[in-house]
């Protein structure tokens, strides 16, 4: 009786396992809310290695691609890409129907045109100065006469608008712009998220990134506000992500520097 119990008891845990395992199934209303088009359109930023890279002459990959194919498979239509140079365009689009989900830092202000779904990764955030540069640690920065380069209506932006106090914005549109302010000499620092500082040192020696983080921020899918029956799915699906290892996986073949999974 005993081995007749275990083994039951075996064969219960595989069962729910499996179950555990399984990808949750979209409503007709969820899969008509993500894919009106016939598509799931993804839109994110290309210059975030958060979301995703797109080196020259190759397709965009990383772990928002890895994120967006699991989701069309189950919804069981095709992935397209809508590629975005700024964040403040993904956000101007949330209503102008052109991305069924994207993927976005949570942020409060945000929140008015679109829901997130359960957060895909935590990324810490820091700033990049020259090597000789005198500051040595996040604090200083927040020195007047320090001028620092920021990616306009970002997680980053909208932290540092209020949090500094001495140093000076200068807001650019887009990651690219930042850097190109840095390795020319008009910015003392340049403020995102770990992943693209460490890139950019990698590709300019003599840049340093300082150590630690002024703030932590939430990676997730967004759904433009009104479609319910999506936002639910997506949330759920996320959460299956996390749950199955698929999210840890991803972020492992992305390495992604200061990136960890909720």
């Not at 990383?62 to 397209?80: F, H, K, N, R, T």
């Not at 690219?176 to 950019?200: F, H, P, W, Y």
């Not at 630690?212 to 009104?226: F, I, M, R, T």
């Amino acid at each position: 009786m005993k081995i007749l119990a275990s083994l039951a008891a075996a064969l219960f845990a595989f069962a729910f396992s499996a179950y555990a395992q399984s990808p949750p199934t979209p409503s007709a209303a969820a899969k008509a809310q993500l894919a009106s088009t016939g598509k799931l359109r993804l839109g994110f930023t290309i210059n975030n290695a958060n979301y995703a890279t797109q080196p020259p002459g190759d397709k965009p990959a990383g772990i928002g691609v890895d994120i967006g194919e699991a989701l069309a498979a189950q919804l069981g239509v095709p992935l397209e890409i809508v590629r975005y140079n700024e964040t403040s365009a993904v956000i101007n689009d949330a209503a102008a129907g052109k991305w069924d989900v994207a993927l976005l830092a949570v942020e409060a202000s945000r929140k008015a045109s679109m829901d997130f779904s359960a957060p895909y990764a935590i990324s810490k955030n820091s700033y990049i100065v020259p090597a000789a540069s005198p500051l040595r640690d996040i604090a200083e920065v927040d020195t007047k006469g320090v001028r620092v380069a920021v990616s306009n209506r970002t997680a980053q932006h909208a932290y540092l608008s209020t949090s500094i106090k001495n140093a000076s914005l200068v807001e650019q549109p887009n990651n690219n712009a930042s850097e190109k302010e840095l390795l020319e000499g008009r910015v003392d620092a340049m403020a995102a998220n770990q992943s693209t500082l460490e890139g950019i040192m990698a590709r300019a020696p003599g840049y340093r990134v300082l150590p630690g983080s002024y703030l932590d921020v939430q990676y997730s899918v967004a759904v433009p506000k009104g479609r319910d029956a999506a936002a639910a799915y997506v949330d759920a699906f996320m959460k299956h992500m996390r749950a199955s290892g698929a999210i840890a996986k991803a972020l492992e073949r992305a390495q992604l520097k200061g990136v960890t999974v909720p």
